[in-house]
């Protein structure tokens, strides 16, 4: 892994490929996805600069429009994390958490959330992965604000509030969980469903019982007038409210903090 800040101006010096680029947009829930194929040329760094959990995070420079990109690609030699299934279930994911957030913003336009793009890459024959996640690089600070068991940051109000509203606009059916990025420009989220194919981070019921015993309702849950979980205790007290904190480091993805992104 390469720690130094990523030097995008040696992007010409990075490999090219001519790589088909798939889109997947929702307009409503449990309806087919929108998908969208291109054809790009792109250049990719030869070692990433950050891993996680599950994924490498390699820099990458989109020729058609000099645009600065992540791609991800997951750690393990399992011939089974590297089959198209898997790479859509992380694609579906992410289109499904954007919509929901545009809902939520329609709601509280002075806290908007946005999901960046995620788009599933398929590499040619000679490049060094067959399939790639891609996503737009978000500069600043990351924070991991809650994950998809039970851990919440204590600045995690306005997160939380927003799986709670996932959860509460589905009618139950799902909740978006593992919120984390940069302020309000979000990536890598976790589905927990009884429905679909969200991953292997996906629990299903357990997933969502788990979230609201320990979550406690707060201003925006009370604005938005969300219905309340039989899990949750009956008398929360409430948490306080959230403020964001000044993303003033313009360092990238690729800072310490990204570990836990992937």
């Not at 990109?69 to 579906?92: I, N, R, S, T």
């Not at 009618?171 to 194919?197: C, F, N, W, Y």
């Not at 707060?218 to 938005?224: I, Q, T």
């Not at 969300?226 to 964001?244: A, D, N, Y």
Request: some cysteine; aromatic content about 12%; overall charge negative.
């Amino acid at each position: 892994i390469d720690k130094r800040p990523i030097d995008w101006d040696a992007s010409p010096s990075w490999k090219v490929m001519h790589v088909e680029l798939v889109s997947y947009t929702f307009t409503r829930l449990w309806k087919e996805p929108k998908v969208q194929a291109t054809q790009r040329v792109m250049r990719l760094a030869a070692e990433p600069f950050a891993r996680g959990g599950m994924r490498y995070a390699f820099a990458m420079v989109d020729e058609t429009n000099r645009s600065k990109l992540v791609a991800k690609v997951y750690a393990f030699k399992d011939p089974e994390f590297q089959q198209l299934p898997v790479f859509e279930g992380d694609m579906l994911t992410q289109a499904y958490a954007k919509y929901l957030a545009d809902e939520w913003s329609r709601r509280l336009p002075d806290m908007p959330m946005q999901f960046v793009q995620a788009q599933l890459l398929k590499c040619p024959e000679d490049a060094p992965f067959t399939l790639m996640a891609v996503e737009p690089y978000i500069p600043g600070n990351y924070e991991k604000q809650t994950n998809n068991a039970s851990y919440v940051n204590q600045n995690s109000e306005v997160a939380q509030a927003f799986s709670h509203f996932t959860w509460h606009f589905t009618g139950g059916e799902l909740m978006v969980t593992d919120i984390q990025g940069v302020r309000a420009t979000l990536t890598d989220p976790q589905i927990h469903s009884e429905k679909g194919t969200f991953g292997r981070g996906n629990f299903g019921k357990k997933g969502m019982d788990d979230f609201f015993f320990q979550h406690q309702c707060g201003p925006r849950c009370k604005e938005l007038n969300l219905k309340q979980s039989h899990v949750q205790m009956s008398k929360c007290p409430t948490i306080p409210e959230w403020r964001p904190t000044d993303g003033s480091n313009d360092s990238g993805s690729d800072s310490d903090s990204s570990s836990d992104l992937f």
